[in-house]
Nanobody, 126 residues
Framework: QVQLVESGGGLVQAGGSLRLACATS????????MAWFRQAPGKEREFVAF????????KYADSVKGRFTISRDNAVNTVFLQMNSLKPEDTAVYYC???????????????????WGQGTQVTVSS
């Protein structure tokens, strides 16, 4: 069983920055693909960013491209999401997700991930 624990959410003014972290309990010998999703009230969960096991492949939603950066440190089993130039429309619960499937294709749908964190709230005030 893989456990994911997000941290780093909070309240920030528009234009500010936050850095989210997702610590995983995956065995160091296992390879896994990671992503961040978000869900605003009354909306479906949507893809934000993807990173491959090696970190060489990344993909972003158009709405965050150029503002958010996903990265990972496999030595400590942690994935990060650096969020800059935050906007009120970025307000949502942010979830990290993992799958043990390895591919050179970016996984961008919720159905492609087997493990989810509990979520961390990000609120951007105008």
């Amino acid at each position: 069983q893989v456990q994911l624990v997000e941290s780093g959410g909070g309240l920030v003014q528009a234009g500010g920055s936050l850095r989210l972290a997702c610590a995983t309990s995956v065995r160091p010998s296992s390879r896994y693909t990671m992503a961040w999703f978000r869900q605003a009230p009354g909306k479906e969960r949507e893809f934000v960013a993807f990173i491959s096991w090696s970190g060489s492949i990344m993909k972003y939603a158009d709405s965050v491209k150029g503002r958010f950066t996903i990265s990972r440190d496999n030595a400590v089993n942690t994935v990060f999401l650096q969020m800059n130039s935050l906007k009120p429309e970025d307000t949502a619960v942010y979830y990290c997700a993992a799958t043990l499937a390895i591919s050179d294709k970016a996984f961008t749908t919720v159905y492609e991930y087997d493990y989810w964190g509990q979520g961390t709230q990000v609120t951007v005030s105008s």
